[in-house]
Nanobody, 128 residues
Framework: QAQLVESGGGLVQAGGSLRLSCAVS????????MGWFRQAPGKEREFVAA????????EYADSVKGRFTISRDNAKNTMYLQMSSLKPEDTAVYYC?????????????????????WGQGTQVTVSS
C-alpha cells in the first residue's frame, strides 16, 4: 500500500504563486506515473496534470497550461506542482495520485478512476 501526503496549500491572492508537494512512501516511487487532480465545491474531480515515471513526459489540462508546472524528484520520492498566475477559479482541494506504469513510454492517463493511490488533499484558495 502506498501513502501519499500533499502539502503546500493555502490562501493566496489572484496572480500569486504556490508550490504543492506530494511525498510518497510504501511503494517504489519510480514505478508510478503521477498526477494532480482538483475538486471544487459542488464540482466533479478534474484532471490538472500528470508526469511519467522518470519525468520526461508531462500533460496538462488546458485550463492550467502555461501557468502550472508538474515535476518530480525520484531521489526524494516527491512530486511537485508549481502554480503561477493563480486565478480564483483555481480554488479547490488538490489531490495527488499514483498510477502504476509499466514503462516511461506508457501513455499518461487523465481519468481519476484509473489511479491506484490517492492523497488526502490540500486546500488551495485564491482570493480576487
Amino acid at each position: 500500500q502506498a501513502q501519499l501526503v500533499e502539502s503546500g496549500g493555502g490562501l493566496v491572492q489572484a496572480g500569486g504563486s504556490l508550490r504543492l508537494s506530494c511525498a510518497v512512501s510504501g511503494r517504489p516511487f519510480s514505478n508510478y506515473a503521477m498526477g494532480w487532480f482538483r475538486q471544487a465545491p459542488g464540482k466533479e474531480r478534474e484532471f490538472v496534470a500528470a508526469i511519467s515515471r522518470m519525468g520526461r513526459k508531462t500533460e496538462y489540462a488546458d485550463s492550467v497550461k502555461g501557468r502550472f508546472t508538474i515535476s518530480r524528484d525520484n531521489a526524494k520520492n516527491t512530486m511537485y506542482l508549481q502554480m503561477s498566475s493563480l486565478k480564483p477559479e483555481d480554488t479547490a482541494v488538490y489531490y495527488c495520485a499514483a498510477d502504476f506504469s509499466l514503462t516511461e513510454a506508457s501513455l499518461l492517463r487523465t481519468a481519476a478512476s484509473v489511479y491506484d493511490y490517492w492523497g488526502q488533499g490540500t486546500q488551495v484558495t485564491v482570493s480576487s
